[in-house]
Nanobody, 121 residues
Framework: QVQLVESGGGLVQPGGSLRLSCAAS????????IGWFRQAPGKEREGVSC????????SYTDSVKGRFTINRDNAKNTVYLQMNSLKPEDTAVYYC??????????????WGQGTQVTVSS
């Protein structure tokens, strides 16, 4: 059964950190580009970060550059999103998605169920 499961969300104060995990089962994550997306209430979904397949590069939306880091652990078949210096505007449901292409597109093959991140004092 092909599945992506996110974890690591929660409530954090501004300036704090969280690490999101995206664990895959039923397929090998390294063969896919993995993207992190987020959707805040009343807003459209936006791409946050992407790591290309098979050791390729990474990319970030401008608003998270220098604060977020995406990386893979192939032994655990998991992709992480380390989020530092969190701001209230980072509050959203975060989703990971796996794309059969070598880069992150708007139509990935698989989606996780999402994990809530809330940044508030």
């Amino acid at each position: 059964q092909v599945q992506l499961v996110e974890s690591g969300g929660g409530l954090v104060q501004p300036g704090g950190s969280l690490r999101l995990s995206c664990a895959a089962s039923g397929f090998t994550l390294d063969a896919y580009a993995i993207g992190w997306f987020r959707q805040a209430p009343g807003k459209e979904r936006e791409g946050v970060s992407c790591i290309s397949s098979r050791g390729g590069g990474t990319s970030y939306t401008d608003s998270v550059k220098g604060r977020f880091t995406i990386n893979r652990d192939n032994a655990k078949n998991t992709v992480y999103l380390q989020m530092n210096s969190l701001k209230p505007e980072d509050t959203a449901v975060y989703y990971c998605a796996a794309d059969r292409l070598s880069y992150c597109s708007d139509s990935p093959a698989y989606w996780g169920q999402g994990t809530q991140v809330t940044v508030s004092s």
